[in-house]
């Protein structure tokens, strides 16, 4: 699609940069974002995450041309065709793309999954990605990202709705909180998204339904099990009452080893990301799925029964919103309806759910891209009152550019 | 001190029965002065050292007090012979000791729980997304299965013949019409029965007509080609994407078998060996040089036998 003659989209600040280059990538248009930190005296233009994602993209398209400034304030992306990870493109040894996250970062590998599964679908082949190296993060982080295992758990089932379901798999190899300044962890993870499809189903998804059980997740990294059985006995003692199906499980591994940056022994190895955790994930009787995720704070000094209560009113504070769908699974189920035949969906979600900063970035940027605004209206259940909005999202009909041909 | 804080911690019953045999004996009235004066003095030396003690009421072992009396005797007696001097001063530290506070501490992960904590875990932390379509209730299924194994063998038996029943609705259905009862009869019942043979491993349908005119044929294969090739064509134009079409088995393309103990060069005709032009420069190529001779592994020098 690098051949349309269309001039760039304009787009400014860092805000929404990854949904911003996927769109990019699904429609074909080519960007060009300025003004990317420009006022930061430190660290101006793109971040090393950033970087790296651009790093991401390149490897599973085929034609794919990137510009960064010499600031790294401006960069035109002009995007080529999902290929996926087809042996000896870009990837190494059968057929899997190995990206590597330097050590400085400081966002989790769950900033890289989420656009790559929103990518993913529409790829010509399979996409398997291991992610590896000094930066990999499988936790939550202070900087908002949700845990690995809340996309395997609270995300990626999501998929199932739009009739995509076959051969998905998010493999933790290694687990790694964030080391040290919350830069960096020892982490390994392997995806693998094995079902394309020419277009995703419409979805009409508007009954948010009772919730039903909850789940969960707690791990600790280089540190005490008994961490993670104080965070489950706080977190069920919250939940249990409420939702008497709640099983969180546990999940111990030894700190994940990386090399030292010593000069004088290049051989040493160090160990980093110690840490501690809970992701939950609730579900609804119609299958709609709330996650929350905590993990102790790089710094320390938080103690387990702490983390499983925030965590446990986290859950309670996501579902209190209302909607079927929680701000965090909000963009990458627009985008899938975006995606989708031409023909209206709908979602429920909850007011504070699309009246949401990044919500509303997300509808500005899909206008630009040149999809159809949303339609916006009260749910109306005369029974109840929920103050829940009705999402009406149309279709483009594009879909896998990359599969028409097949 | 030591000797009876053991017993306290590890026998609670006796502990208690303990406590209602030295209640009765204050209440018969044969408390010794002298032990009671004791205990005043105790509890001076204990007040001066820390708080003033709070008296205690004696409620809580006296609702069990008439019951007691003849296992009191019995405890009596176990006791008396080995312990007796102990007996004593336990009796004296039990008025202090009343207010000791018991916690049952149960760990709230049963047998039963940690069961079902490990199916549920095989489905729950795997790295593909979790369906949460496991149950607990399936383990329930599990420990029922003991218990009414007779049931289960005339289920079995049921589902078996349903099971039947349904394979067949499911195939044959396309021969019955909306309006007809389940079981075929005439000619649906021939036709079903000609498909169950077929299933079970007839080569050829009953109703595979032999001969025909063969203008007929073929209309009848080019009909069923066009019909195919106008499903294709309209998919296409849709964008759905198809199956892809069967191979066509080619039989020529395969080399024929040939029968065992025949010449391996040439042809035998009427008590001849005939070799053609193709066979000789086979036989010639082959002794000079076996490099390039891709003849012996394919056999394209079959001269006529071949086309």
Known sequence: ?406 | MIGKRKRDTSVVSKYKKGKKNEKEETREGSPAPAESSAQDIFRKFFEAQFEPLEVQGNGATERDFDSGSDHDSEELENLGSSESEWSGIEGEGDDENLSVEVVEYTAPSTKADALMDKRARKAFMTAKPPSFATDLGSTTDRAKKGADEDDDKDTETMNLKNDLALQRLLKESHLLDSASDLAPTGKNRHKALDLRMQELGAKKSLYHQKNMPSSMRKGIKARATSKEDKRRKEARENGIILEKPAPKTNHSSGRRERGVGGPSIGKFAGGTLNLSQRDIAQVQSARRGRGKSRGRGRGPGRGRGRR
């Open chain 1, 1 to 406: 699609m690098a051949t349309t003659s269309q001039p760039p989209i304009r787009l400014t600040s860092h805000k929404n940069f990854v949904y911003r280059l996927v769109f990019s990538t699904l429609t074909g248009r080519t960007v060009h974002i300025s003004q990317i930190r420009p006022s930061s005296p430190t660290n101006p233009g793109l971040a090393p995450h950033e970087i790296s994602f651009l790093r991401l993209l390149e490897s599973v398209t085929n034609g794919s041309q990137m510009e960064i400034s010499y600031t790294g304030t401006i960069l035109v992306y002009k995007p080529g065709l999902i290929t996926g990870s087809s042996a000896g493109a870009g990837s190494s040894s059968g057929g899997v793309v190995r990206h590597e996250i330097p050590a400085g970062c400081t966002r989790g590998v769950s900033y890289f999954l989420l656009p790559l599964c929103l990518m993913a679908p529409f790829s010509k082949a399979p996409i398997k990605v291991l992610f590896t190296g000094p930066g990999v993060i499988t936790s939550s982080t202070p900087t908002g990202d949700m845990s690995v295992d809340s996309v395997r758990t609270a995300i990626l089932p999501l998929f199932n709705q739009f009739g995509i379901f076959n051969n998905i798999e998010l493999r933790v190899l290694k687990r790694s909180n964030p080391g040290p300044n919350g830069r960096g962890g020892g982490g390994e993870v392997q995806f693998v998204f094995g079902h394309q499809v020419r277009l995703p189903k419409t979805l009409h998804l508007m009954n948010a339904g009772k919730i039903k059980r909850i789940r969960g997740v707690a791990y600790s990294v280089g540190v005490s099990a008994s961490n993670n059985s104080r965070m489950i006995d706080v977190a069920r003692g919250i939940l249990n009452p409420l939702v008497p199906d709640t099983y969180v499980f546990s999940d111990v591994s030894s700190a994940p080893l990386v090399p030292g940056g010593d000069r004088n022994n290049p051989l040493a190895k160090k160990k980093i990301g110690l840490g501690f955790g809970l992701s939950l994930v609730a579900e609804s009787s119609t299958g709609c799925l709330f996650s929350a995720d905590v993990a102790s704070p790089p710094s320390g000094g938080q103690p387990p029964e702490d983390i499983g209560k925030q965590c446990a009113y986290q859950l309670l504070e996501t579902i209190s919103k209302g909607g079927c769908v929680p701000s965090a699974a909000f963009p990458i189920m627009v985008g899938l309806m975006t995606m989708g035949s031409e023909d209206v969906g709908r979602l429920q979600v909850g007011r504070d759910v699309v009246g949401d900063e990044s919500a509303i970035q997300l509808a500005r940027d899909l206008v630009k891209f040149g999809a159809p605004g949303w339609g916006l209206r009260d749910a109306s259940s005369d029974e109840e009152k929920t103050g829940d909005i009705i999402v009406s999202v149309v279709g483009r009909g594009i879909g896998n550019v990359g599969r028409k041909v097949a």
